[in-house]
Protein backbone atom coordinates (compact mmCIF):
# COMPACT_ATOMS: atom_id res chain seq x y z
CA UNK A 1 0.00 0.00 0.00
CA UNK A 2 2.98 2.57 0.89
CA UNK A 3 4.39 1.73 -2.43
CA UNK A 4 1.35 2.50 -4.25
CA UNK A 5 1.15 5.62 -2.35
CA UNK A 6 4.82 6.44 -3.45
CA UNK A 7 4.00 5.86 -6.59
CA UNK A 8 0.98 8.51 -7.01
CA UNK A 9 3.14 10.90 -5.09
CA UNK A 10 6.30 10.87 -7.59
CA UNK A 11 3.40 10.66 -10.83
CA UNK A 12 1.53 13.60 -9.85
CA UNK A 13 5.38 15.64 -8.69
CA UNK A 14 6.43 14.52 -12.63
CA UNK A 15 2.85 15.93 -14.23
CA UNK A 16 0.28 17.78 -12.94
CA UNK A 17 2.68 19.56 -10.34
CA UNK A 18 5.42 20.52 -12.57
CA UNK A 19 2.47 21.40 -15.33
CA UNK A 20 1.44 23.87 -12.39
CA UNK A 21 4.42 25.67 -11.36
CA UNK A 22 4.76 26.01 -15.26
CA UNK A 23 1.82 27.36 -15.92
CA UNK A 24 2.22 30.32 -13.05
CA UNK A 25 3.05 34.11 -14.55
CA UNK A 26 7.04 34.92 -14.43
CA UNK A 27 7.73 38.63 -13.63
CA UNK A 28 10.90 39.83 -13.86
CA UNK A 29 9.96 43.27 -12.41
CA UNK A 30 12.04 45.37 -14.53
CA UNK A 31 10.58 48.75 -14.58
CA UNK A 32 11.33 51.53 -17.79
CA UNK A 33 10.52 55.09 -16.49
CA UNK A 34 9.18 57.38 -19.10
CA UNK A 35 13.30 58.80 -20.26
CA UNK A 36 11.86 60.88 -23.59
CA UNK A 37 7.97 61.66 -22.82
CA UNK A 38 5.68 61.69 -25.51
CA UNK A 39 5.34 64.53 -27.61
CA UNK A 40 8.81 66.12 -27.52
CA UNK A 41 10.70 67.07 -30.84
CA UNK A 42 14.41 66.10 -30.98
CA UNK A 43 16.87 68.13 -32.88
CA UNK A 44 20.80 68.15 -33.05
CA UNK A 45 23.87 67.98 -34.51
CA UNK A 46 27.32 66.30 -35.15
CA UNK A 47 30.23 67.59 -36.96
CA UNK A 48 33.48 65.35 -37.60
CA UNK A 49 36.64 67.36 -38.82
CA UNK A 50 40.27 65.79 -39.19
CA UNK A 51 43.16 67.22 -41.22
CA UNK A 52 47.02 66.22 -41.19
CA UNK A 53 49.89 67.38 -43.06
CA UNK A 54 53.27 65.36 -43.55
CA UNK A 55 56.48 66.19 -44.68
CA UNK A 56 59.10 63.31 -45.29
CA UNK A 57 57.41 61.35 -43.11
CA UNK A 58 57.78 57.59 -42.36
CA UNK A 59 55.21 55.06 -41.80
CA UNK A 60 56.45 51.04 -41.91
CA UNK A 61 57.36 50.30 -45.48
CA UNK A 62 56.62 54.06 -47.00
CA UNK A 63 59.26 56.44 -46.65
CA UNK A 64 59.58 60.30 -47.27
CA UNK A 65 56.00 60.98 -47.32
CA UNK A 66 55.17 64.54 -48.55
CA UNK A 67 51.34 65.52 -48.51
CA UNK A 68 48.23 66.20 -46.71
CA UNK A 69 44.64 65.00 -46.08
CA UNK A 70 41.88 65.89 -44.84
CA UNK A 71 37.78 64.33 -44.10
CA UNK A 72 35.04 66.37 -43.00
CA UNK A 73 31.45 65.20 -41.85
CA UNK A 74 28.22 66.66 -40.95
CA UNK A 75 24.66 65.53 -39.95
CA UNK A 76 21.50 67.57 -38.77
CA UNK A 77 18.91 65.67 -37.63
CA UNK A 78 15.30 65.74 -36.51
CA UNK A 79 13.03 63.69 -34.64
CA UNK A 80 9.35 63.55 -33.03
CA UNK A 81 8.77 61.08 -30.06
CA UNK A 82 5.39 59.67 -30.68
CA UNK A 83 5.21 57.31 -27.53
CA UNK A 84 7.23 57.39 -24.63
CA UNK A 85 10.71 56.52 -25.13
CA UNK A 86 10.18 55.74 -28.84
CA UNK A 87 11.28 58.90 -31.55
CA UNK A 88 11.28 58.52 -35.66
CA UNK A 89 12.16 61.10 -37.91
CA UNK A 90 15.79 61.61 -40.38
CA UNK A 91 19.34 62.44 -40.45
CA UNK A 92 20.76 64.21 -43.56
CA UNK A 93 24.41 63.31 -44.08
CA UNK A 94 27.43 65.28 -45.79
CA UNK A 95 31.08 63.90 -45.98
CA UNK A 96 33.98 65.27 -47.89
CA UNK A 97 37.79 63.62 -47.94
CA UNK A 98 40.80 64.90 -49.49
CA UNK A 99 44.20 63.23 -49.69
CA UNK A 100 47.14 65.03 -51.74
CA UNK A 101 50.41 63.42 -51.90
CA UNK A 102 53.64 64.86 -53.57
CA UNK A 103 55.59 62.27 -53.09
CA UNK A 104 56.33 59.35 -51.42
CA UNK A 105 58.57 55.82 -51.15
CA UNK A 106 57.54 52.48 -50.48
CA UNK A 107 60.32 50.25 -50.24
CA UNK A 108 60.33 46.74 -49.85
CA UNK A 109 63.52 45.82 -50.28
CA UNK A 110 66.64 46.36 -51.13
CA UNK A 111 65.52 45.28 -55.18
CA UNK A 112 61.83 46.26 -54.72
CA UNK A 113 60.86 50.25 -54.68
CA UNK A 114 58.57 52.35 -55.98
CA UNK A 115 57.62 55.77 -56.24
CA UNK A 116 54.39 57.46 -55.73
CA UNK A 117 54.18 61.18 -56.50
CA UNK A 118 50.99 64.29 -57.36
CA UNK A 119 48.76 61.65 -55.95
CA UNK A 120 44.88 63.51 -56.03
CA UNK A 121 41.86 62.40 -54.32
CA UNK A 122 38.93 63.85 -53.52
CA UNK A 123 35.16 62.64 -52.80
CA UNK A 124 31.98 64.00 -52.13
CA UNK A 125 29.21 62.10 -50.86
CA UNK A 126 25.24 62.75 -49.82
CA UNK A 127 23.22 60.49 -47.32
CA UNK A 128 19.19 60.59 -46.29
CA UNK A 129 18.79 58.35 -43.52
CA UNK A 130 15.10 57.36 -42.13
CA UNK A 131 15.80 56.96 -37.91
CA UNK A 132 13.43 54.87 -35.41
CA UNK A 133 15.03 55.07 -32.17
CA UNK A 134 14.51 53.73 -28.46
CA UNK A 135 15.33 54.95 -25.40
CA UNK A 136 16.41 53.08 -22.43
CA UNK A 137 17.00 54.88 -19.04
CA UNK A 138 19.71 53.65 -16.59
CA UNK A 139 16.94 52.57 -13.50
CA UNK A 140 15.76 55.92 -12.41
CA UNK A 141 17.84 58.03 -13.41
CA UNK A 142 16.83 60.49 -16.16
CA UNK A 143 20.10 62.11 -16.94
CA UNK A 144 21.68 59.26 -18.40
CA UNK A 145 20.27 56.53 -20.75
CA UNK A 146 21.22 54.25 -24.03
CA UNK A 147 19.26 54.57 -27.27
CA UNK A 148 19.13 51.89 -30.06
CA UNK A 149 18.14 53.42 -33.42
CA UNK A 150 16.98 51.19 -36.46
CA UNK A 151 18.51 53.11 -39.72
CA UNK A 152 17.60 52.92 -43.32
CA UNK A 153 20.12 54.90 -45.07
CA UNK A 154 19.92 55.92 -49.30
CA UNK A 155 22.99 57.60 -50.73
CA UNK A 156 25.50 58.26 -53.40
CA UNK A 157 27.98 60.51 -54.25
CA UNK A 158 31.16 61.11 -56.36
CA UNK A 159 35.03 60.73 -56.00
CA UNK A 160 37.84 61.87 -58.38
CA UNK A 161 41.46 60.20 -58.50
CA UNK A 162 44.57 61.84 -60.16
CA UNK A 163 47.90 60.63 -60.48
CA UNK A 164 51.31 61.71 -62.06
CA UNK A 165 51.66 65.08 -63.90
CA UNK A 166 51.90 66.62 -67.91
CA UNK A 167 52.25 63.35 -70.23
CA UNK A 168 51.86 60.78 -67.76
CA UNK A 169 48.65 62.27 -65.82
CA UNK A 170 45.87 59.63 -65.64
CA UNK A 171 42.75 59.68 -63.91
CA UNK A 172 39.51 57.81 -62.74
CA UNK A 173 35.86 59.65 -61.92
CA UNK A 174 33.77 57.49 -60.11
CA UNK A 175 30.26 57.80 -58.97
CA UNK A 176 28.31 55.57 -56.51
CA UNK A 177 24.97 54.67 -55.14
CA UNK A 178 24.47 53.35 -51.24
CA UNK A 179 22.11 51.42 -49.33
CA UNK A 180 22.58 50.63 -45.80
CA UNK A 181 20.02 49.26 -43.43
CA UNK A 182 21.38 48.49 -40.15
CA UNK A 183 21.25 49.19 -35.95
CA UNK A 184 23.06 52.05 -34.30
CA UNK A 185 23.47 51.49 -30.71
CA UNK A 186 24.23 54.60 -28.50
CA UNK A 187 24.83 56.85 -24.87
CA UNK A 188 23.37 59.69 -23.68
CA UNK A 189 23.69 62.04 -21.27
CA UNK A 190 21.66 65.47 -20.33
CA UNK A 191 23.65 68.71 -19.15
CA UNK A 192 20.20 70.24 -18.56
CA UNK A 193 16.16 69.89 -19.42
CA UNK A 194 16.86 70.75 -22.82
CA UNK A 195 19.99 69.65 -24.35
CA UNK A 196 22.33 66.39 -24.55
CA UNK A 197 25.48 65.02 -25.45
CA UNK A 198 25.04 62.16 -27.38
CA UNK A 199 27.74 59.31 -29.01
CA UNK A 200 26.98 56.71 -31.43
CA UNK A 201 28.80 53.99 -32.29
CA UNK A 202 28.64 53.06 -36.00
CA UNK A 203 25.64 51.15 -38.54
CA UNK A 204 25.42 47.13 -37.72
CA UNK A 205 24.28 45.79 -40.58
CA UNK A 206 23.84 45.12 -43.89
CA UNK A 207 25.33 47.48 -46.93
CA UNK A 208 25.36 47.35 -50.79
CA UNK A 209 27.34 49.96 -52.78
CA UNK A 210 27.25 50.05 -56.48
CA UNK A 211 29.81 51.83 -58.34
CA UNK A 212 30.99 53.06 -61.78
CA UNK A 213 34.87 54.32 -62.61
CA UNK A 214 35.71 56.01 -66.01
CA UNK A 215 39.18 56.63 -66.47
CA UNK A 216 40.92 58.86 -68.74
CA UNK A 217 37.55 59.40 -70.18
CA UNK A 218 37.90 55.99 -72.29
CA UNK A 219 37.70 52.80 -70.17
CA UNK A 220 34.43 52.30 -68.20
CA UNK A 221 33.50 49.66 -65.49
CA UNK A 222 31.05 48.61 -62.65
CA UNK A 223 31.91 47.46 -59.40
CA UNK A 224 29.52 45.66 -56.61
CA UNK A 225 30.21 45.24 -53.06
CA UNK A 226 28.14 44.10 -50.56
CA UNK A 227 28.68 43.82 -46.90
CA UNK A 228 27.05 42.30 -43.96
CA UNK A 229 28.75 43.71 -40.56
CA UNK A 230 27.61 42.54 -36.83
CA UNK A 231 30.73 43.93 -35.25
CA UNK A 232 31.14 46.86 -33.33
CA UNK A 233 33.60 48.98 -34.75
CA UNK A 234 35.37 50.88 -31.99
CA UNK A 235 36.85 53.64 -34.49
CA UNK A 236 33.28 54.69 -35.90
CA UNK A 237 32.54 56.42 -32.81
CA UNK A 238 30.35 59.98 -33.51
CA UNK A 239 29.93 62.80 -30.75
CA UNK A 240 26.86 65.22 -31.48
CA UNK A 241 24.69 67.64 -29.96
CA UNK A 242 21.12 66.83 -29.36
CA UNK A 243 18.27 69.21 -28.64
CA UNK A 244 14.89 67.89 -26.47
CA UNK A 245 12.10 70.34 -27.26
Keep these: MRKIQLF ?5 ALTGGFNALAQQEFRRNLEQISFIPKGQWITG ?4 YTQSNQDKYQFLIVEDI ?13 MYCFKDNLAAGGKFSFTRNKTEINTADVKID ?11 SISN ?3 AVGVLRYYISCGNNKRFGFFNE ?5 GGGQSKLCNGSGDDLTGTYETNVNLNVGLAPG ?7 YSAIEVNVGVLG ?18 NSQKANFNINLFSITFGMAFYL
Design 66 to 78: SGNTYSFKVSPML
Design 125 to 127: NYY
Design 206 to 223: FSYTHTKSTTDRIYVAHR
Design 187 to 193: FIMFLNN
Design 8 to 12: ILILF
Design 110 to 120: SETDYNIDHLY
Design 150 to 154: LQLQI
Design 45 to 48: ISIN
